[in-house]
């Protein structure tokens, strides 16, 4: 088992461009998640899929920021008009459903907006 | 508004020591505490997980839990300069399926 599996690990754009980040969660797990994670407001929570439907969105950025995730072997986190504050390493983390499942994260994407 | 508050921010702790970490919800629809370990580069793991009241051993390792003051607690005891990482505390709430809210962080380091 690989893991959960992120790409690209770094990305660089310039401010206002577009990212678009990946993720392939552990093969059998039905939830998805996707976090933040920064010096100042440490891992926060962004998004939630069960089975591919989107459960809970309240950690998203209303305006840039939007996730989907078409198939269960992979989601995708994008990022519309970048700017400098959303520079941060970006955790997608999977799990088996149920209240005490443990999340697995993969590796990250460390996401840099200059 | 952080639901998760731990401390200390950091910790230092010498080689052989015991090192206490403290965290609390402020929320008290909480369901289940985990601790997860995340070394310098890495990815948080998950370190140990407490679901109902009292005490919790794994070798070193001992987690502490209070659901009445919404408190767990992680005990690491003969700290070992391996140990030296950033502890996150995690709960989940309510009927938000295993959504996890992290604390910031107990930074510590294990002095040799």
């Known amino acids: 088992n690989a893991g959960v599996i992120q790409t690209p690990r770094h990305k660089v754009t310039g401010k206002g461009q577009e990212a678009t980040l990946w993720c392939e969660p552990i093969?059998?797990?039905?939830?998805v998640f996707w976090y933040r994670q920064t010096i100042v407001q440490g891992l926060e929570f962004l998004t939630y899929?069960?089975?591919?439907?989107?459960?809970?969105d309240s950690g998203m950025p209303k305006e840039r920021f939007s996730a989907q995730m078409p198939n269960q072997s992979h989601s995708t986190l994008k990022i519309q008009s970048t700017q400098p504050q959303d520079s941060a390493v970006y955790l997608c983390?999977?799990?088996?459903?149920?209240?005490?499942?443990?999340?697995?994260f993969g590796a990250g994407t460390r996401l840099s907006v200059l | 508004q952080q639901k998760v508050q731990q401390s200390p921010e950091s910790l230092i702790v010498p080689e052989g020591g015991m090192a206490s970490l403290n965290c609390t919800s402020s929320?008290?629809?909480?369901?289940y505490f985990w601790w997860y370990r995340q070394h310098s580069g890495k990815s948080p793991k998950m370190l140990m997980?407490?679901?109902?009241?009292g005490e919790k051993e794994e070798g070193r390792f001992t987690v502490h839990l209070n659901k009445a003051s919404l408190h767990t607690s992680l005990h690491i005891r003969d700290s070992q300069p391996s140990d030296s990482a950033l502890y996150l505390c995690a709960a989940s709430f309510g009927s938000s399926g295993n959504k996890l809210i992290f604390g910031i962080g107990t930074l510590l380091s294990v002095k040799p």
């Open positions: 997980s407490i679901f109902s009241n």
């Open positions: 093969s059998g797990h039905s939830a």
């Open positions: 929320d008290r629809n909480v369901d």
């Open positions: 983390a999977s799990s088996l459903e149920g209240g005490q499942n443990t999340l697995y």
């Open positions: 899929f069960r089975n591919q439907a989107p459960i809970d």
